[in-house]
């Protein structure tokens, strides 16, 4: 689905992966669950590239859903991964950044996830900082958000006003709304990169879950 020229949103059973389609290469930001891979080839050679033409892979955070179809995806298309240094050690590693510790029926939905969504580890070719200008929709910040996951990055293109927020935020029923504390690493840091988000002033907020966010501006959550 594209959201505005040159910038798709490839939705997946549970989270959202973008593309980005500059001049030069594609940039994906997030891969999904283990075999969504296959997914995100398919909607790159459906737009009339090829798999080697996505050249940038950007990830917010090592959550089984957002990295679970990275190695595979690096493989297929040789791209290079970007992320930032404490989620690229834990990629490298093969599990997530922070640990939960859920409790009740969500402690056996997270045992059933870890059978049957096995996270090969991958590289991590290059550390992403805050403030860092990627060459991707004529400038695409790095923005550090943690506090969801302890090295959890957004990312914001000012030229054309779009927030990519990861799991720092989601959408439903058109509002934009914290991430549930059951898998926040630190509530008060992701308060805050909440409140810095709002600030930027997007336009656009494209969360990993949920709607794409339009008219976004006095959307964000009061934390």
């Known amino acids: 689905m594209e959201i505005v020229p040159n910038v798709h949103c490839i939705p997946g059973a549970v989270v959202n992966c973008f593309l980005i389609v500059d001049s030069d290469a594609l940039t994906l930001i ?32 090592s959550d089984t859903d957002h990295v679970g179809g990275l190695a595979a995806l690096r493989e297929a298309t040789g791209a290079r991964v970007c992320a930032s240094e404490a989620e690229a050690k834990a990629i490298a590693e093969g599990h997530s950044s922070r640990q939960i510790k859920p409790s009740g029926f969500r402690r056996i939905q997270f045992a059933i996830a870890r059978i049957f969504f096995k996270v090969r580890p991958a590289i991590v070719d290059e550390f992403l900082t805050d403030g860092q200008l990627l060459p991707v929709l004529g400038g695409l910040r790095v923005v550090a958000t943690p506090g969801h996951t302890p090295g959890h990055v957004s990312f ?68």
């Not at 909440?194 to 008219?215: D, F, N, P, S, Y």
């Open 30 to 61: 997030d891969t999904g669950f283990p075999g969504n891979d296959k997914r995100i080839v398919k909607y790159i050679v459906d737009l009339g590239h090829k798999p080697g033409d996505l050249r940038r892979i950007l990830i917010t955070h």
């Open 156 to 223: 914001f293109a000012p030229g054309v006003g779009i927030l990519f927020t990861g799991d720092s935020l989601s959408s439903d029923n058109g509002k934009l709304r914290v991430s549930p504390s059951i898998y926040t690493w630190d509530q008060k840091k992701a308060n805050a990169s909440i409140r810095l988000q709002a600030e930027l002033g997007a336009k656009i907020v494209c969360a990993a879950h949920g709607e794409v966010i339009m008219e976004a501006v006095g959307k964000f959550p009061q934390v």
